[in-house]
């Protein structure tokens, strides 16, 4: 079994522990209150996770929140709170802003790791750490979905229903004909289109395949132009009115789910690592990608 597979099987006994840890005062405490303007940032997959969390806080009545690639926050706004995901603490995009954020007088920076002794935890004012969620895979999975966990359960979301979803999809198989397509397609509606984000992302990364991601309402603009017999659709939460028949229509194959979005997005890594195995690739290492980019000051 590949780390990333082992990864994955983890998630739903992780993101119990995500939830139970965001109760705890010293977390709470450092993640953004109530009513608070806030910019969440991240590199990758913790950009999209950024994404979707934004979207999430803002639907509950939160506050404004808006999410950004850490290389394109902008200069000339001013949040009360920037929150930031890197799962290895080492990200050049994240350090060169919170290094920039600490030397500001206004507002507050949290990052979510997973060590004190990080770069990046000496870098922000406070630190959230999830130890336990750590990988040994270069294809982020358990760290990105414990942290949406855990900031989900912030927001006061019950996280039973999503973690009984994905031990149901753990018992899944995937299915032969989904590893059989060419191209692959994932939508989203609101905090979902981050999810559709991520999961193009896994296959791009894992399997080197043609993936794509979009709004779901976005997709008769032009990107169903793209799909036929040999693509895969997967829709995060429920459709738009018609879109599956639309899509079927062009002889794609169709993929929704009445499951909790983060457990689909389980399902979607899964097929991931299973277009990886079929092509003959190894999931722990992707071509050209490291666990951590470190840039050169240079």
């Known amino acids: 079994m590949s780390f990333v597979e082992a990864e994955i099987a983890s998630q739903p006994e992780l993101w119990a522990r995500a939830a139970e840890l965001a109760d705890s005062p010293a977390v709470a405490g450092a993640l953004p209150p109530i009513g608070a303007r806030v910019a969440v940032v991240g590199c990758g997959t913790s950009l999209y996770m950024a994404r979707a969390w934004a979207a999430l806080r803002e639907a509950a009545g939160h506050g404004e929140t808006d999410a950004f690639a850490a290389s394109e926050f902008p200069p000339t706004r001013t949040y009360d709170h920037v ?25 507050t920076s949290t990052v979510i790791t997973t060590g004190a002794d990080l770069p990046a935890t000496r870098e922000a004012r406070q630190s959230v750490l999830l130890p336990f969620a750590d990988e040994q895979s270069v294809v982020q999975t358990r760290f990105a979905t414990s942290t949406l966990a855990l900031l989900r359960a912030h927001l006061g979301d019950d996280l039973s229903a999503a973690i009984s979803d994905a031990r149901s999809e753990l018992d899944r198989t995937v299915p032969t004909a989904a590893v059989g397509q060419r191209q692959f397609s994932f939508l989203g509606r609101g905090w979902t289109v981050g999810l559709a984000e991520e999961a193009a992302l896994k296959s791009r990364e894992a399997a080197q395949a043609w993936t794509e991601a979009y709004p779901a309402m976005e997709f008769r603009h032009g990107p169903i132009s793209v799909v036929d017999e040999g693509s895969l659709v997967w829709i995060f939460g429920a459709a738009p009115d018609g879109l599956v028949d639309q899509i079927t229509q062009t002889g ?32 722990d290492a992707p071509r050209n990608l490291t666990r951590s980019i470190v840039l050169s000051d240079a």
Not at 83 to 94: F, P
Request: glycine share 8%; net charge neutral.
């Open 83 to 107: 929150l930031a995901i890197t799962r290895s603490g080492t990200t050049t995009e994240i350090l060169r802003l919170l290094s920039t954020l600490s030397a500001t007088t206004t507002g």
């Open 252 to 283: 794609a194959l169709v993929v929704t789910s009445d499951a909790d979005p983060m457990a689909h997005l389980v399902g979607a890594q899964r097929l991931a690592v299973a277009l990886a195995q079929s092509r003959g690739l190894d999931p």
